[in-house]
């Protein structure tokens, strides 16, 4: 996982993590208290991706879930983010989330936002100018959002 971190982190293009990130910060990202980890595997040693699934707010925004996912640089372009991305929608939906959030999906990241809206996800929203870029300077982020159960089917809140 650290290598594929790594990789991700210096190519400074789809994550907001840089390159000098340690690998104690790292672990604390994505192995938070309130977060599910998730990797895909080949054979038993090689992992070809992985992702996390927690809440994206707490409290009252706490059924909405949200993700993160990295991609080893060897295994992009074959599936495995899409497979992923199945996983941790039907992760959310069996821990019960009632929608998914993504609240900083780089604007240039084509294959993530072919991928997420092949899934079913919108973008809702638009960060102008919000990442740096390694190559390109400042470029937009999207808020990318997808309801996981037709609202009206939704509980009703508890009072408090």
């Known amino acids: 996982m650290w290598t594929i971190f790594q990789a991700h982190a210096a190519e400074g293009e789809t994550y907001a993590q840089d390159a000098g990130t340690s690998r104690e910060d790292t672990y604390d990202y994505w192995f938070a208290p309130e977060a599910s980890t998730y990797v895909a595997v080949r054979g038993e040693e090689r992992i070809l991706g992985m992702y996390k699934l927690e809440p994206n707010h707490v409290g009252r925004g706490a059924h909405v879930a949200n993700a993160s ?5 060897n295994a992009q372009g074959v599936g495995v983010g899409h497979l992923l991305g199945e996983h941790s929608i039907g992760e959310a939906r069996r821990k019960g989330y009632l929608a998914m959030q993504f609240n900083f999906v780089v604007s240039t990241n084509n294959p993530a936002i072919h991928l997420w809206k092949r899934l079913g ?3 809702v929203g638009t960060l102008p100018k919000a990442y740096r870029h390694r190559r390109l300077g400042y470029v937009d982020a999207y808020v990318m959002y997808k309801l996981l159960e037709d609202p009206a089917r939704w509980p009703l809140p508890e009072e408090d």
């Open 69 to 73: 996912y990295m991609v080893s640089p």
């Open 121 to 123: 996800f919108s973008i």
